[in-house]
């Protein structure tokens, strides 16, 4: 792995990063969070925006701050946290620094739908540039990360990529046509989970439990439920089989679920939010 290391540009020493992230929103910050928790803060450069954000985030997690283009000059891996309708734009504004690299770096989007052939078309140049669809819980190391690279990516960038984003939670290389659904998926389907749980605590207050213990047994529930999944490897039908007692209380509500139509609609809202990733590709 390559540790940090001093350029020179027009005769002036330009201390190197070894991540640096453009945009410190939710998505951005949950990542910075975690990277600073898996190699030291020195190492991360942050730029956003507004500057105070990313001086407060910097401030909390002891790395610098900056603006857009220090993230371009100074970072090998420039990760670019806006949203899909900002990339053209923001890429206007770093494309004149980046031609004048002369070192090795790799271009990181997190913007959903914009594919890497997008990205290169915007630049007028072919960069190493690696597509990665993480999801909110890399806050906490759970994310479901997502990533896709152009040929101009090496195998040896992959793997460290992988290990700088390795505490955030689960990592899969797919190819990019599988993209787009994996982040109407891991991407969007957090939401999906969050509205369920609501539901879910709704329901238990409805029936007399305190607000708080209905929301953290609500919690606990789906990562208990989701944890058995990937450790026991049985298909969720098989699972939810499992719990159903002829007669008993699940089944009853199971029933009340498929009477209102809850498969369909977790299954049209996944395909709603893929058709939107694929309207802004």
Request: charged share 20%; hydrophobic share 45%.
């Amino acid at each position: 792995m390559k540790q940090k290391e001093d350029v020179n540009v027009l005769g002036m020493e330009i201390r190197m990063y070894q991540l640096g992230f453009i945009g410190t929103g939710n998505m951005g910050s949950a990542l910075a969070r975690s990277a600073c928790a898996g190699i030291s803060a020195d190492e991360v450069l942050l730029a956003n925006r507004t500057k105070a954000t990313a001086e407060r985030l910097a401030e909390e997690l002891g790395c610098a701050a900056g603006e857009n283009c220090d993230v371009a000059k100074m970072s090998r891996y420039i990760f670019l946290g806006v949203k899909p309708q900002a990339m053209a734009e923001l890429l206007s504004e770093i494309a004149p620094v980046l031609r004048e690299r002369k070192d090795r770096f790799v271009l990181v989007s997190m913007a959903a739908g914009v594919k890497l052939g997008t990205i290169e078309h915007m630049l007028q140049t072919e960069y190493p540039v690696i597509r990665m669809m993480p999801n909110i819980a890399a806050a906490v190391g759970e994310s479901m990360l997502l990533f896709t690279a152009n040929a101009k990516v090496t195998k040896e960038e992959r793997q460290e990529f992988c290990h700088y984003m390795e505490g955030m939670g689960q990592i899969d290389e797919i190819p990019e046509g599988w993209m787009d659904a994996g982040c109407a998926l891991s991407g969007s389907g957090t939401a999906f989970a969050f509205l369920f749980l609501e539901a879910l605590s709704d329901g238990a207050v409805a029936c007399g439990l305190p607000r708080e213990r209905a929301m953290k047994y609500a919690a606990q529930t789906l990562l208990g439920s989701a944890k058995l999944m990937l450790e026991d490897g049985r298909h969720p039908a098989e699972l939810k089989d499992a719990v159903c007692s002829p007669g008993g209380t699940t089944i009853a509500g199971i029933s009340v679920l498929e009477s209102a139509g809850f498969r369909g609609a977790a299954i049209e809202a996944v395909k709603a939010a893929y058709g939107r990733a694929c309207e802004l590709s």
